[in-house]
Structure formats: C-alpha cells, structure tokens
C-alpha cells in the first residue's frame, strides 16, 4: 500500500526489521529525524503562514517583558560581561530581535553587556544534545540564563494507558502496512513515574491515558550542570502532576497541529504535523532541585507578564502615541489611530488570556555559587 511520505515509509521498514517502537522513540523520529523530521525538515512552520504561532507572533510585547526580567537577572547576577544567555528551541529569532530593541531602548548599558544566542534545530544546531552543549559552553563560556519557550511540550514522550488497574505503554507497530498503535506492558522507569508524584492511577478507569516525559527530567540534569551560576526560565503549557495526571483527563493532552488545525492522530502525517503534549512543571521542579537548583518562581504567563509591566506599557503606548484615538475619533487619522490601538490591545489580550496563552507555565530556578562557609 501508498505510503503519504519518505520518513513514515523508513518507519515501517524499522519496524519490520526490528519490531514495534515505543511511542516516544516514534515521536523523536517524526519530530527530530535529520533528514525528514518536522523540525529538523525545511523552514520553521511557525506563525499564521505555519501550523501555529507562539507568543513571540503576538507583536513586541512579550519580548519587552522577556527583556525586563533578563535585565532584573543581570542585575541580580551583578552585572556580568558579557551576560551569555541561551534560548533553546529559538524558532525564527524573533525574541532575540525583540530583547535586543528592547534592550537598546530601555538599558544601553544592558544591552552592551548581552551576548544572546539562539539555539535552534533548524539551523542544524542540537538543543537536545550533551555533547553539542557541553561543547558550546567550553568554546563560548557557561550560560548565565537558559530560556526555553516552548521547547520541552515538544520532547519524545512514552504514552501509557490503563487497563484493569495495570499500566500499558502504547508502542507503535504496522497493520497490513500502516501504522497503528499496539500495547505492551510498560517498562518499571515508566510505572514508577506516575508514582513519584502519588497519582493515583491505578484506580482510575480503563483506557485513562497520558504522557510521560523522560527526556525533560535528562534536560533539566544537563542545563543544571551546564548553569554554573544563573537561571533556567522555562515557559511553556502543563502543570503540576496532581493538576496535569487527574481522573477527569481521561485521554492525556497529546495533541497535533497542522495548518492551526488541531487533531488527536499523532500516527499521521509523521514528519509534517507537530506532535506536543503538556508539561509536567513538578517533574521539572523535583529535578532541578535534585541538581542543585532552587525554585525561585513558579506562576501563570498572566501573572509573569502583568509582574514585567505588560500592561503599563500598554498604558504608556496610549498615552504617548495614540491621543488621536481619543482626541480626534471623528477623523480618518483618529479612525486609523483607535484601529491600530485596538489591534495592540488585543495582542495584549491575547497573551495574557487566562484560558489560553495567559494560562501557560513560567517556571524559574536559580542556581547559586556555593559561599565560602558552604564549601
């Protein structure tokens, strides 16, 4: 039978040499394959043109307040030079370009100090790989921040369901030459996940599914080590485990995007559709503490951003651009004015919307120089 592309034909002839893939290592093919996965693939298909947009589509606004809360870390930090910050799974740029305005605008001598990197995939750099980071931190120096918006939803994840009071792990194997899902017994590290955090799965009803993330607690390890002094800021979708692994989330939250259309098939298209599920914010938390990190914030976008002065300068636009909106609303000039106004004030909205963008995770950990009495 046809297949729809290259990869998922080099995914069935892996399969038929060496049996059924867990699901987390058919994921880390469609999305990070280096010849045909979906982000490693062509251009970035991020934004409307794409298969969906992040916050940094949504105007300046959010790299403004990214850039104030840089600022206050460098200051926290006592000004270092240069202030090496990393964004990984950096997209397009667009953050960096909008810290930067920022920067040059609000604080020159900030903006002097900033040595920003954006560390993406496709520009063949490996934002998942030890060696290729740990390479970059001994050739340009350690980071003082780690930024990763957006980036962890999109890691491999193993896919479990409950049968009878017993944990299966869904692994992806062929019918009559498709793809289809089939179900094993699932390995210890998996089993004992869930436990960790005291989810009581086993009494949940069956076909209850949801997503485990091994990967992210390997990444928090390696940006531990690799953070030497500094913080690792993480914004993303998810939640803590009791909030994210709950009985009445019976199908988990692994969703695809394509062409901003939303779909539960994670098995089509492989290599042209993103595949993303929520964040797991405490496995993120318990681990980095594990490593030497230590919770310094844990809240809403909303509430990160309204803390940055989103909304004042929101304010402050119109105030000092935008009088003409109220001045001469009678006009053509004060028409245009009060549209342009709208459109910034529903940016603004939509970034902070509590059902939506504003209910996404920001997360900071710090870590901190041993003093010498500590040593």
Same mark, same amino acid.
């Given at each position: 039978?046809?297949?729809?592309?290259?990869?998922?034909?080099? $995914?069935?002839? /892996?399969?038929?040499?060496?049996?059924? $893939?867990?699901?987390?290592?058919?994921?880390?093919?469609?999305?990070?394959?280096?010849?045909?996965?979906?982000?490693?693939?062509?251009?970035?298909?991020?934004?409307?043109?794409?298969?969906?947009?992040?916050?940094?589509?949504?105007?300046?606004?959010?790299?403004?307040?990214?850039? &104030?809360?840089?600022?206050?870390?460098?200051?926290?930090?006592?000004?270092?030079?240069?202030?090496?910050?990393?964004?990984?799974?950096?997209?397009?740029?667009? $953050?960096?370009?909008?810290?930067? +305005?920022?920067?040059?605008?609000?604080?020159?001598?900030?903006?002097?100090?900033?040595?920003?990197?954006?560390?993406?995939?496709? &520009?063949?750099? +490996?934002?998942?790989?030890?060696?290729?980071?740990?390479?970059?931190?001994?050739?340009?120096?350690?980071?003082?921040?780690?930024?990763?918006?957006?980036?962890?939803?999109?890691?491999?994840?193993?896919?479990?369901?409950?049968?009878?009071?017993?944990?299966?792990?869904?692994?992806?194997?062929? +019918?009559?030459?498709? $793809?289809?899902?089939?179900?094993?017994?699932?390995?210890?590290?998996?089993?004992?996940?869930?436990?960790?955090?005291?989810?009581?799965?086993?009494?949940?009803?069956?076909?209850?599914?949801?997503?485990?993330?091994?990967?992210?607690?390997?990444?928090?390890?390696?940006?531990?080590?690799?953070?030497?002094?500094?913080?690792?800021?993480?914004?993303?979708?998810? +939640?803590?485990?009791?909030?994210?692994?709950?009985?009445?989330?019976?199908?988990?939250?692994?969703?695809?995007?394509?062409?901003?259309?939303?779909?539960?098939?994670?098995?089509?298209?492989?290599?042209?559709?993103?595949?993303?599920?929520?964040?797991?914010?405490?496995?993120?938390?318990?681990?980095?503490?594990?490593?030497?990190? /230590?919770?310094?914030?844990?809240?809403?976008? &909303?509430?990160?951003?309204?803390?940055?002065?989103?909304?004042?300068?929101?304010?402050?636009? /119109?105030?000092?651009?935008?009088?003409?909106?109220?001045?001469? &609303?009678?006009?053509?000039?004060?028409?245009?004015?009060?549209?342009?106004?709208?459109?910034?004030?529903?940016?603004?909205?939509?970034?902070?919307?509590?059902?939506?963008?504003?209910?996404?995770?920001?997360?900071?950990?710090?870590?901190?120089?041993?003093?010498?009495?500590?040593?």
């Amino acid at each position: 039978m046809a297949t729809n592309s290259l990869l998922e034909q080099r $995914l069935i002839a /892996r399969i038929e040499r060496e049996g059924p $893939l867990p699901f987390a290592e058919y994921m880390r093919m469609a999305l990070y394959d280096p010849e045909s996965g979906y982000y490693t693939a062509g251009a970035p298909r991020i934004g409307w043109s794409g298969d969906y947009f992040t916050s940094g589509d949504l105007g300046y606004f959010f790299a403004h307040c990214l850039g &104030r809360q840089l600022f206050q870390m460098w200051e926290e930090l006592g000004h270092p030079q240069p202030f090496r910050v990393w964004e990984q799974g950096a997209g397009r740029g667009e $953050l960096e370009a909008g810290v930067h +305005d920022w920067a040059e605008q609000e604080q020159p001598e900030f903006a002097a100090a900033l040595s920003y990197r954006s560390l993406d995939l496709h &520009r063949g750099e +490996d934002v998942l790989s030890a060696a290729a980071l740990q390479q970059l931190c001994e050739k340009d120096g350690a980071p003082h921040i780690i930024l990763a918006n957006e980036l962890v939803d999109a890691f491999p994840v193993h896919l479990v369901e409950v049968d009878q009071g017993q944990l299966y792990e869904i692994y992806v194997g062929l +019918d009559k030459g498709r $793809l289809r899902e089939i179900v094993v017994p699932s390995a210890p590290e998996v089993v004992t996940y869930l436990d960790r955090y005291c989810i009581r799965w086993r009494s949940f009803p069956d076909g209850w599914r949801a997503e485990i993330n091994l990967e992210a607690l390997r990444w928090v390890e390696l940006q531990a080590l690799l953070l030497r002094q500094g913080f690792l800021l993480v914004i993303d979708y998810g +939640d803590r485990a009791s909030r994210l692994y709950s009985r009445a989330r019976r199908r988990g939250t692994l969703l695809c995007y394509h062409k901003h259309h939303i779909n539960e098939q994670p098995l089509a298209r492989p290599g042209e559709q993103d595949i993303t599920a929520h964040v797991n914010f405490s496995a993120l938390i318990d681990e980095g503490r594990r490593h030497g990190l /230590r919770l310094r914030l844990f809240t809403t976008q &909303r509430a990160w951003l309204e803390r940055m002065g989103i909304f004042e300068e929101l304010e402050q636009l /119109r105030r000092t651009h935008f009088t003409a909106a109220d001045q001469e &609303r009678a006009t053509d000039q004060g028409q245009i004015a009060l549209l342009r106004w709208y459109n910034l004030r529903q940016q603004v909205l939509t970034l902070t919307d509590p059902v939506g963008l504003g209910n996404f995770k920001v997360l900071i950990m710090r870590r901190r120089v041993p003093s010498r009495e500590q040593r």
